[in-house]
C-alpha cells in the first residue's frame, strides 16, 4: 500500500478581522474493501456513490449508508449502524424513529437505539459518533471515532442517543442520525432499508425501499 504525505495550511480572513489560519496535515491511502452497495429503486430520482445512496424527493433530499463494512476480514462488531441524512424542503417534515427499520435476509431485525438529530458538519457530539463528515464526501477521510457498543445498547441519553419512539421530530433543517439495528455487520447479507418514518404536513412521505448488496468499493482515506 503506497502512503502519500502531505501538509498545507489555509489562511481565512475577513473584512474586519485579522487573519486566522487553519493547519492540516495527513497521509492519504488507496484501499479497497467489500461494503453493503445500496441499489437505485426503480424510478426514483437520485445517484449512487460508492457506498452512499442519495434520493431526491419533492419533501426532501435523504442520503443512506449502511455500515456493513469489511477490511480484510476485520469488520465492526455489531450492532449494524445506518447513517442518514437529512435535508428538509420545508419546516413541516417529522420523522418518527420507530418506522425506521432493516429486513437482514428476509428478517426484520430490531432497531437498537439511535442519534440525532445533529448538524451534520458542526456537531463534535456527531463526530464522535459517526454522524459527522464522511469519508466519501471528501475522498480524504478523518479518523472516525465511535461511541462505544455499551453506550449504544444501554441508549446512553447523555450521549444524545435514544430508543425509538413514536414521537415525531420535527426537522427544520438539513440533520443527520445513526441508527443501530441488532444484526451482524458483515456485507455477506443481503439488506432491505425501509424509511417509513417520514411525514410532510401529516402525510406520508413514500421512501421507495433500499436494497443493499455485497460489493468492492475503492477509497482514498485519510491517516493522520
Given at each position: 500500500m503506497m502512503f502519500i504525505c502531505r501538509r498545507g495550511f489555509r489562511v481565512l480572513a475577513g473584512?474586519?478581522?485579522?487573519l486566522v489560519a487553519l493547519v492540516l496535515s495527513a497521509c492519504v491511502a488507496p484501499i479497497r474493501y467489500e461494503t453493503?452497495?445500496?441499489?437505485?429503486?426503480?424510478?426514483?430520482?437520485?445517484?449512487?456513490?460508492?457506498?452512499?445512496?442519495?434520493?431526491?424527493?419533492?419533501?426532501?433530499?435523504?442520503?443512506?449508508?449502511?455500515?456493513?463494512?469489511?477490511w480484510s476480514g476485520q469488520y465492526l462488531l455489531?450492532?449494524?449502524?445506518?447513517?442518514?441524512?437529512?435535508?428538509?424542503?420545508?419546516?413541516?417534515?417529522?420523522?418518527?424513529?420507530?418506522r425506521i427499520s432493516l429486513v437482514s435476509d428476509g428478517q426484520v431485525?430490531?432497531?437498537?437505539?439511535?442519534?440525532?438529530?445533529?448538524?451534520?458538519?458542526?456537531?463534535?457530539?456527531?463526530?464522535?459518533?459517526?454522524?459527522?463528515?464522511?469519508?466519501?464526501?471528501?475522498?480524504?477521510g478523518l479518523t472516525r471515532l465511535a461511541v462505544s457498543q455499551e453506550a449504544v445498547n444501554r441508549a446512553d441519553n447523555e450521549m444524545?442517543?435514544?430508543?425509538?419512539?413514536?414521537?415525531?421530530?420535527?426537522?427544520?433543517?438539513?440533520?443527520?442520525?445513526?441508527f443501530w439495528f441488532d444484526t451482524d455487520p458483515q456485507p455477506d447479507h443481503t439488506f432491505e432499508l425501509k424509511l417509513e418514518g417520514f411525514s410532510y404536513n401529516?402525510?406520508?412521505?413514500?421512501?421507495?425501499?433500499?436494497?443493499?448488496?455485497?460489493?468492492?468499493?475503492?477509497q482514498v482515506r485519510g491517516f493522520p
Open positions: 473584512r474586519v478581522s485579522v453493503a452497495i445500496p441499489q437505485l429503486p426503480t424510478g426514483s430520482q437520485g445517484r449512487i456513490q460508492s457506498d452512499l445512496i442519495e434520493l431526491d424527493l419533492p419533501e426532501l433530499t435523504v442520503q443512506a449508508q449502511l455500515q456493513a463494512i469489511n455489531p450492532p449494524l449502524g445506518l447513517w442518514l441524512n437529512i435535508e428538509p424542503k420545508s419546516d413541516s417534515v417529522r420523522l418518527n424513529t420507530a431485525t430490531p432497531t437498537v437505539a439511535y442519534l440525532g438529530p445533529d448538524t451534520a458538519w458542526f456537531s463534535p457530539r456527531a463526530l464522535a459518533a459517526g454522524c459527522g463528515p464522511r469519508f466519501y464526501r471528501t475522498g480524504i444524545g442517543i435514544f430508543r425509538p419512539s413514536d414521537e415525531p421530530i420535527l426537522l427544520k433543517k438539513a440533520s443527520c442520525f445513526m401529516g402525510n406520508p412521505v413514500v421512501i421507495p425501499h433500499i436494497l443493499f448488496e455485497k460489493g468492492t468499493v475503492g
